[in-house]
């Protein structure tokens, strides 16, 4: 028979909708010894509560857990992370005192595919122009004046086979387009099994319809979309961007968009608030959403019942199914 492992959530107030706070406190009274709940490890109810705590639950608005929270929480073995990325968070102390580490990274990249997949269809189709354009007329449009537009045989570009690229390129496979990859890590054969085809970031961007941008945000990484490739990008393409805002160079972006032959949807911007006078916000050919395609609403519960699933696995002595190493920070979201 398992004990249910001493848990204290750190998760932070507000950081879900109430309806997702309330089910993460039903299944982790459910699943463990909730010693806690905090929002800071400052007080002396959450020093206690770490005293005590095997299992710390985290999320987007845990505070930094450095040494000093470390060294308050003596039992500490796992953290289970109820978002993705862990960069800005967690420190390196972390790892280097054994504990062990598991990210909804996994759960979360589910509705950014989706959501890109949502976006390469209406990028193709030119859903945002169109309709822009009909509010405006109050009339039928001509079809046969709208342009080249429509997903039959279009090629699009994904850049990076991360967790999200790889689902979206999944994703695509039911449609009738031709999808391409850059991703240097991948030999052409590893490419080819993923449903893709291997080629360069300049033959991508050149030639591709659409691009999707799915590499993290590494120094070696940030401006990847430069401003030469986003010039060589036909006219009528569009660029889609659901990873980081710093892949891009977004000046070069912003100056091909407002040119007026270039199509921009962005998820992720630099920074992440635009201000309020860019004209991005205000062009047509430019569709802005507030970093919304990772998880919302209730797909929030979905990277919490996998951590809930993490937490069943520590109290039966199993291994975590979704460990963050550290080593695979520096090449990792």
Not at 91 to 109: F, H, K, L, M, Y
Not at 127 to 143: G, K, N, P, S, W
């Given at each position: 028979?398992?004990?249910?492992?001493?848990?204290?959530?750190?998760?932070?107030s507000?950081a879900?909708?109430?309806?997702?706070?309330?089910?993460?406190a039903?299944?982790?009274?459910?699943?463990?010894?909730?010693?806690?709940?905090?929002?800071s490890?400052?007080?002396?109810?959450?020093q206690?509560?770490?005293?005590?705590?095997?299992?710390?639950?985290?999320?987007?608005?845990?505070p930094?857990?450095?040494?000093?929270?470390l060294?308050?929480?003596?039992?500490?073995?796992?953290?289970?992370?109820?978002?993705?990325?862990?960069?800005?968070?967690?420190?390196?102390?972390?790892w280097?005192?054994?504990?062990q580490?598991?990210?909804?990274?996994?759960?979360?990249?589910?509705?950014?595919?989706?959501?890109?997949?949502?976006a390469?269809?209406?990028?193709?189709?030119?859903?945002v122009?169109i309709?822009?354009?009909?509010?405006?007329?109050?009339?039928?449009?001509?079809?046969?004046?709208?342009?080249?537009?429509?997903?039959?045989?279009?090629?699009?570009?994904?850049?990076?086979?991360?967790r999200?690229?790889?689902?979206?390129?999944?994703l695509?496979?039911?449609?009738d387009?031709?999808?391409?990859?850059?991703d240097?890590?991948?030999?052409?054969?590893?490419?080819?099994?993923?449903?893709?085809r291997a080629?360069?970031l300049?033959?991508?961007?050149?030639?591709?319809?659409?691009?999707?941008?799915h590499?993290?945000?590494?120094?070696?990484?940030?401006?990847?979309v430069?401003?030469?490739?986003?010039?060589?990008?036909?006219?009528g393409?569009?660029?889609?961007?659901?990873s980081?805002?710093?892949?891009?160079?977004?000046?070069?972006?912003?100056?091909?968009?407002?040119?007026g032959?270039?199509?921009?949807?962005?998820?992720?911007t630099?920074?992440?608030a635009?201000?309020?006078?860019?004209?991005?916000?205000?062009?047509?050919?430019?569709f802005?959403?507030?970093?919304i395609?990772?998880?919302v609403?209730?797909?929030?519960?979905?990277?919490?019942?996998?951590?809930i699933?993490?937490?069943?696995?520590?109290a039966?002595?199993?291994?975590?199914?979704?460990?963050?190493?550290y080593?695979?920070?520096?090449?990792?979201a």
């Amino acid at each position: 028979m398992s004990t249910l492992p001493r848990v204290v959530s750190a998760v932070g107030s507000g950081a879900f909708t109430p309806a997702s706070e309330a089910h993460l406190a039903r299944e982790l009274a459910a699943h463990g010894d909730l010693l806690a709940t905090v929002d800071s490890f400052d007080t002396d109810d959450a020093q206690a509560a770490l005293a005590a705590a095997e299992v710390l639950v985290t999320g987007w608005r845990t505070p930094v857990i450095d040494a000093a929270v470390l060294d308050a929480a003596p039992n500490l073995t796992r953290i289970l992370h109820i978002a993705g990325s862990v960069k800005e968070q967690f420190t390196p102390e972390i790892w280097e005192r054994g504990i062990q580490v598991s990210s909804a990274v996994d759960a979360n990249a589910v509705p950014v595919a989706e959501f890109t997949l949502a976006a390469i269809l209406m990028a193709n189709k030119r859903v945002v122009q169109i309709a822009r354009q009909y509010r405006e007329e109050r009339a039928l449009i001509d079809q046969a004046a709208l342009g080249v537009i429509g997903s039959y045989r279009r090629r699009v570009g994904i850049v990076g086979a991360s967790r999200i690229g790889r689902r979206v390129v999944s994703l695509l496979q039911p449609f009738d387009l031709e999808v391409v990859l850059y991703d240097p890590t991948l030999s052409a054969g590893e490419v080819a099994a993923l449903g893709a085809r291997a080629v360069t970031l300049e033959e991508l961007c050149a030639t591709s319809d659409v691009v999707s941008v799915h590499a993290p945000s590494l120094p070696a990484t940030r401006g990847l979309v430069s401003a030469a490739l986003i010039d060589t990008m036909p006219a009528g393409a569009a660029l889609i961007n659901t990873s980081r805002g710093d892949v891009i160079d977004q000046d070069a972006l912003t100056a091909r968009v407002l040119r007026g032959d270039l199509y921009a949807l962005l998820d992720v911007t630099v920074p992440w608030a635009l201000p309020v006078d860019h004209p991005l916000y205000d062009h047509p050919n430019a569709f802005l959403t507030p970093h919304i395609a990772g998880s919302v609403g209730t797909e929030v519960d979905r990277m919490i019942d996998q951590q809930i699933a993490e937490l069943d696995r520590i109290a039966r002595g199993e291994p975590l199914a979704h460990p963050v190493r550290y080593e695979s920070l520096s090449t990792a979201a």
